[in-house]
T-cell receptor, first 114, second 116 residues
């Protein structure tokens, strides 16, 4: 069965500093990995995904994520955080076996202080 | 273009009543998904529609939950005899094909259901 772990409930970072939101996964086949962001009282917004190819994936709003197969991780990163990045971030995985549902992590709240 | 839309945005109902939640997917998307987001359970998959194929209902928590998709477009999630544990945000998503390609699922704003 597929699973995703986001080990940190909250990440605090000062504006202008780099940020990392951690995600590890478990799938039986090749993973398809996704990051979504949720602002208060809003749905999920797609940030980026890893399917195959380069391990470093670039996405929206300056975010990127690094796929590491040996560590089964897909950490979300941004070189310089903005206060407006404060939100709830979800990592999700789908395996390549055709089963369509996304399995989500529990979410990490990012708080960027001015 | 327009994104996924859901209605109502908020629904308050009394325990035991039936509710219907509606989802309009992105035009041209053949795959449609329902998820539920609750404090205790996080984000969980409910049901998946792909074109005219039989839906994948493996995530529905009980037989009080059902969903249909008419004409391959609009979907309605129905909860019968609502219980307080049904209180959650119900999210709908759609994707271009949902078959072998790892399509991106785009989410609507959700319907917040409160069962009193």
């Amino acid at each position: 069965a597929q699973s995703v772990a986001q080990p940190e409930d909250q990440v605090n970072v000062a504006e202008g500093n780099p940020l990392t939101v951690k995600c590890t996964y478990s799938v039986s086949g090749n993973p398809y990995l996704f990051w979504y962001v949720q602002y208060p009282n809003r749905g999920l917004q797609f940030l980026l995904k890893y399917i195959t190819g380069d391990n470093l994936v670039k996405g929206s709003y300056g975010f990127e994520a690094e796929f590491n197969k040996s560590q089964t991780s897909f950490h979300l990163k941004k070189p310089s955080a903005l206060v407006s990045d404060s939100a709830l971030y979800f990592c999700a995985v789908r395996d390549s076996g055709g089963f369509q549902k996304l399995v989500f992590g529990t979410g990490t709240r990012l708080l960027v202080s001015p | 273009g327009a994104g996924v839309s859901q209605s109502p945005s908020n629904k308050v109902t009394e325990k035991g009543k039936d509710v219907e939640l509606r989802c309009d997917p992105i035009s041209g998307h053949t795959a449609l998904y329902w998820y539920r987001q609750s404090l205790g359970q996080g984000l969980e998959f409910l049901i998946y529609f792909q074109g005219n194929s039989a839906p994948d209902k493996s995530g529905l928590p009980s037989d009080r939950f059902s969903a249909e998709r008419t004409g391959g477009s609009v979907s309605t999630l129905t909860i019968q005899r609502t219980q307080q544990e049904d209180s959650a945000v119900y999210l709908c998503a759609s994707s271009r094909s949902g078959t072998s390609a790892p399509d991106t699922q785009y989410f609507g704003p959700g319907t917040r259901l409160t069962v009193l």
